[in-house]
């Protein structure tokens, strides 16, 4: 098993109407975590009641460090350290 988590292999269903739910929102937490936010797009939920959480390990999430905007990401398909360059 990978010592690796990526949000990209992860399905996130909403328990009020099953259906799949769309990542919306990115945010770090703190120095130790990546927080994801996913939301149903339909006109059957409210998003205040049935938004999910989805809260990563940073020093695990590699969806995060391949984003080339986000500090310490990669660019160009490389895989970023994960370290502020400050």
Not at 18 to 29: D, G, K
Not at 52 to 78: I, Q, S, Y
Request: net charge negative; with cysteine.
């Amino acid at each position: 098993m990978s010592d690796t988590i990526d949000i990209r292999n992860i399905s996130i269903k909403c328990g009020h109407c099953n259906t799949y739910q769309t990542l919306s929102a990115y945010a770090r937490l703190d120095d130790e975590w990546n927080v994801y936010t996913y939301e149903c797009e339909n006109d059957v939920c409210d998003p205040a009641m049935t938004r999910t959480l989805l809260e990563v390990p940073r020093h695990l999430d590699v969806f995060a460090r391949r984003d080339p905007e986000w500090r310490g990401g990669g660019k160009h398909g490389e895989e970023g350290t994960g370290e502020s360059e400050d």
